[in-house]
């Protein structure tokens, strides 16, 4: 239950989970066989009921949380932690215990501390089902501008009676929420609209099929101007004849005059696709890596490499190719070191390319540190080995108190690195494969409780432990359901 292992499949523990844990995996293996013979009225009333057991284990989640959270500062502050650094790398921990990226385990820490300690009628709602895990965030987000004791009054007007809840939208509950607020202080309210002006941003993500969305967080009247001038140029454009859709000129505008291009398809990139020399030069299907974006097709790279427009004519864009290779087994990038402390930038692309996003498990965040896996304080070396590429909330995390962390290696050769957070816990982070690396063949039930035992033994608590000469079967795990649940716990997730 709590193993955890590579970025794609983070399941690979030391720590062995308490027994309150493992009634809650026990409960878990009942909900997997809930008899299905049912009748129209009970399968309502059991989604109704899975429905509440959710919120309400959202609830214990919060409260835990918050325990969790103050035990780590109040142990902490008798180490003589300075105050403003003994919260730092506990949000990373619920993320990794979650299962989330450490942003959505910040915000899954805030709203455990709202609830518990600011919020008494909203969390019992959650508790017994009354109000879900996502309409008790929205009602958090909507009263965080207030101050604690205001907190409260909204906490108890709203959510006092939550049958005043039953048949609420999400958006009728957040027009009531934000009426509350703003009468109880409007001018809370007005500074975080002024705030939320100083987080205007723009930002770039990866879209389906070879395409991007580049989003640009601005205020109403900013937003409004610029649609409205694009809006303006694609009317202009389609009145003198041009054949593109609306939406294609607008798109193309925005390109033109954000770059200062005659033509939108003109563009001046660096390419560092992480690519086999089949796919670039053999006409293999082989799909090819391109940081910042992800997995794209042969036929891609190679039409991006060659030219052409959709309108048949040649763009005028320059392409810089850089090209990394793979070892010659395939599984990982050929490898890299330097002397220095810090990573040269050839290196430093190196990581980036084998890593391509943040490696911490279930971060996938742009990489923006090139942080040393063992400190460089503590010996360790500026290789390819002993270097990772992190986003800057994780590399900041792994720096708290009780953090610690060591390069190793998968069974398939690629680059791992194992982290062992305060609570005991370890996580596998293993890079992911390079191009031109076929998926292992599916392992039935047998070949991974097998693969478990000789990695990790046999454990205490009932796990299975084998008879001299007697074959391994299955059907052996009949009477030790929970003890069995401890180990496909950490490996039944997909190989590779």
């Known amino acids: 239950m709590f193993d955890r292992g590579t970025a794609t499949d983070p399941r690979t523990a030391t720590a062995d989970p308490g027994p309150l844990a493992a009634r809650v995996a026990s409960w878990m293996l009942e909900l997997a066989e809930v008899d299905r013979d049912l009748t129209d009225a009970e399968q309502i009333d059991l989604i109704r009921g899975l429905e509440d057991l959710k919120a309400g284990a959202a609830a214990a989640q919060a409260r835990i949380t918050t325990d969790l959270d103050a035990a780590r500062q109040d142990q902490r502050a008798r180490e003589g932690v300075p105050a403003e650094r003994r919260s730092a790398g506990i949000a990373s921990e619920v993320a990794l215990a979650r299962r989330v990226s450490p942003v959505r385990g910040g915000q899954h820490l805030g709203l455990a501390k709202a609830l518990v300690h600011e919020m008494p009628h909203a969390l019992c709602a959650l508790t017994t089902g009354a109000l879900s895990e996502w309409r008790a965030t929205l009602l958090v987000r909507e009263s965080a501008c207030l101050t604690r004791a205001d907190r409260i009054t909204f906490d108890a007007e709203l959510c006092r009676d939550p049958s005043t809840l039953q048949g609420w939208g999400d958006q009728r509950l957040i027009a009531e929420a934000k009426k509350i607020a703003y009468r109880l202080d409007a001018q809370s309210v007005v500074r975080r609209n002024r705030k939320a002006e100083s987080e205007r941003h723009v930002s770039v993500r990866p879209a ?66 992480v ?83 943040c490696r911490t498990p279930w971060c996938d965040a742009p990489i923006r540190h090139i942080d040393h896996v063992q400190s460089h304080a503590d010996g360790g070396e500026t290789t390819a080995d002993n270097l990772q590429g992190l986003c800057e909330a994780c590399n900041y995390a792994k720096q708290a108190p009780g953090w610690r962390a060591s390069p190793t290696t998968a069974p398939d050769g690629r680059h791992q690195v194992a982290s062992t957070t305060p609570s005991g816990h370890t996580y596998r982070s293993t890079a992911p494969p390079p191009p031109g690396v076929d998926p292992p063949d599916q392992m039935n039930l047998d070949d991974l409780l097998l693969r478990d035992l000789a990695e990790h033994g046999p454990g205490p608590g009932g796990r299975w432990t084998p008879i001299p000469g007697r074959p391994f079967d299955s059907a052996v795990f009949e009477g030790e359901l929970a003890g069995l649940e401890l180990a496909l716990a950490r490996i039944l997730t997909p190989v590779g």
Not at 219 to 230: K, S
Not at 237 to 253: E, K, L, V
Not at 324 to 339: A, H, I, N, Q, R
């Open 208 to 273: 389906p099929d070879t395409m991007s969305y580049l989003t640009g967080l601005l205020p109403v009247p900013q937003g409004i101007a610029v649609y409205a001038a694009l809006s303006r140029r694609a009317d202009e454009a389609r009145a003198s004849g041009d054949t593109r859709s609306r939406g294609q000129i607008m798109a193309d505008t925005l390109v033109e005059r954000v770059t200062g291009q005659t033509r939108a398809c003109d563009v001046r990139i660096e390419i560092q696709l």
């Open 275 to 357: 690519m086999t020399d089949r796919t670039l030069l053999g006409g293999d299907d082989e799909p090819g890596y391109l940081p910042g974006y992800g997995t794209v097709p042969a036929e891609w790279i190679r039409d991006l490499l060659t030219g052409g427009d959709e309108d048949g004519s040649d763009p005028s864009t320059e392409i810089w190719l850089r090209r990394l290779y793979t070892s010659p087994s395939g599984s990982e990038l050929v490898s890299m070191d330097s002397k220095a402390r810090r990573a040269p930038a050839g290196l430093a692309r190196f990581v980036t390319a084998r890593d391509r996003t």
